[in-house]
């Protein structure tokens, strides 16, 4: 097969998704970019026919809400190919926006806490784009059930490669995540953390963001997002709780709702316990973990988001970027990844 870099006519998309026979504006600029794959310094340029040939030898890495996700072999380079469905105008939507955030994040090659973006290919029959991506082991919430808890320092490694990860998101480009959760935790076998899944992500207006519908996992939904009172106005300390939650599973080994009597698997009364009931709160007396983490996790988990602190410190508000919890993990980052990088090792020769 010839996938070289010799010049190729992009593959053209026949989308009429929003029923219109006039291309949209988005589907004129994603014809012109599917099939441009950048790994490096070297530049590609693929069909849907050559995509579809890879695809026959690819193996399977897992599946998630927006579709599955395969390993190919790619000019002797290991990639992930995230295969998404767009036959209906939200999951263009969708897609738009997870191409949105990696294309933006692909501009800034040094940074490290986000999965590396290397291109995209349309394939119209059946529709879909397939995002190449750099492969990594596997995500936490399939790691945890490997290995039960995380240890606090590890906990510590994890919150220190997200939250870099979030505030480079807010700050950089205005883009806040709306559905941190484990499961979009990938890590490396250096043992790096790295944020995943943009599908369901939002922009920043003069620092907050505004929604009609909920997205995201129910499990990790922050109070506000959910408060009809609120209007569904939040800024990105919404996913400050969404970590605080994250973080509790990941060195509990434990869903925190079911902890408290709460039926997750019933949506209605998962979503009124968040509402209505006080946010969990995480003690001493309960726990074998440091005062410095159980003051960090309920930081994060500060029912009024007005008074749960952002990323940085805002004047005398202290940010959890400058809580001593963090800044504990920001010195302990070599000993965590050892810790992660023999995990792997395990975990992967058990398979």
């Given at each position: 097969m010839n996938n070289s870099k010799r010049s190729l006519r992009p593959n053209k998309i026949r989308f009429a998704i929003d029923t219109k026979d006039e291309k949209t504006k988005d589907e004129i600029m994603l014809?012109?970019?599917?099939?441009?794959?950048?790994?490096?310094?070297?530049?590609?340029?693929?069909?849907?026919?050559?995509?579809?040939?890879?695809?026959?030898?690819a193996d399977d890495l897992g599946s998630g809400a927006q579709g599955d996700v395969k390993?190919?072999?790619?000019?002797?380079?290991?990639?992930?190919?995230?295969?998404?469905?767009?036959?209906?105008?939200?999951?263009?939507?969708?897609?738009?926006?997870?191409l949105n955030v990696l294309r933006k994040v692909k501009q800034d090659m040094n940074f490290q806490y986000i999965v590396r973006y290397f291109g995209y290919v349309i394939v119209n029959e059946p529709k879909y784009i397939y995002i190449f991506m750099e492969e990594l082991i596997m995500c936490l919430d399939k790691f945890q059930s490997r290995i039960k808890t995380f240890p606090e320092s590890?906990?510590?490694?994890?919150?220190?490669?997200?939250?870099?990860?979030?505030?480079?998101?807010?700050?950089?480009?205005?883009?806040?995540?709306?559905?941190?959760?484990?499961?979009?935790?990938?890590?490396?076998?250096?043992?790096?953390?790295?944020?995943?899944?943009?599908?369901?992500?939002?922009?920043?207006?003069?620092?907050?963001?505004?929604?009609k519908t909920l997205r995201g996992h129910f499990q990790y939904l922050a109070p506000e997002r959910i408060d009809e009172s609120q209007n569904s106005v939040y800024d990105a300390?919404?996913?400050?709780?969404?970590?605080?939650?994250?973080?509790?599973?990941?060195?509990?080994?434990?869903?925190l709702y079911s902890?408290?009597?709460?039926?997750?698997?019933?949506?209605?009364?998962?979503?009124?316990?968040?509402?209505?009931?006080?946010?969990?709160?995480?003690?001493?007396?309960?726990?074998?973990?440091?005062?410095?983490?159980?003051?960090?996790?309920?930081?994060?988990?500060?029912?009024?988001p007005k008074e749960r602190?952002?990323?940085?410190?805002?004047?005398?508000n202290k940010g959890i970027m400058d809580h001593p919890f963090f800044i504990r993990a920001t010195m302990e980052q070599e000993t965590a990844k050892k810790w992660l990088k023999e995990q792997i090792l395990l975990v992967l020769s058990n398979k």
């Open positions: 014809e012109l970019e599917s099939g441009r794959i950048t790994l490096g310094e070297e530049k590609y340029l693929i069909t849907e026919i050559q995509l579809k040939e890879m695809l026959l030898h390993r190919i072999n790619f000019h002797n380079h290991s990639i992930a190919v995230k295969q998404i469905k767009i036959d209906d105008l939200n999951l263009f939507k969708q897609a738009l926006k997870e590890i906990v510590g490694n994890i919150a220190f490669d997200v939250i870099n990860a979030l505030n480079y998101l807010k700050e950089n480009h205005q883009i806040i995540h709306r559905d941190v959760k484990p499961s979009n935790m990938l890590i490396d076998k250096e043992g790096n953390i790295k944020l995943s899944d943009f599908a369901v992500s939002g922009e920043l207006n003069n620092s907050v963001a505004k929604t300390r919404s996913d400050v709780w969404s970590l605080g939650i994250s973080l509790y599973q990941l060195a509990t080994g434990k869903h902890k408290l009597g709460c039926d997750e698997n019933n949506e209605f009364v998962l979503l009124s316990f968040i509402e209505k009931h006080e946010p969990p709160r995480l003690t001493l007396e309960e726990t074998t973990f440091s005062t410095e983490f159980c003051d960090f996790l309920n930081n994060c988990l500060v029912k009024n602190p952002k990323y940085k410190s805002d004047g005398p």
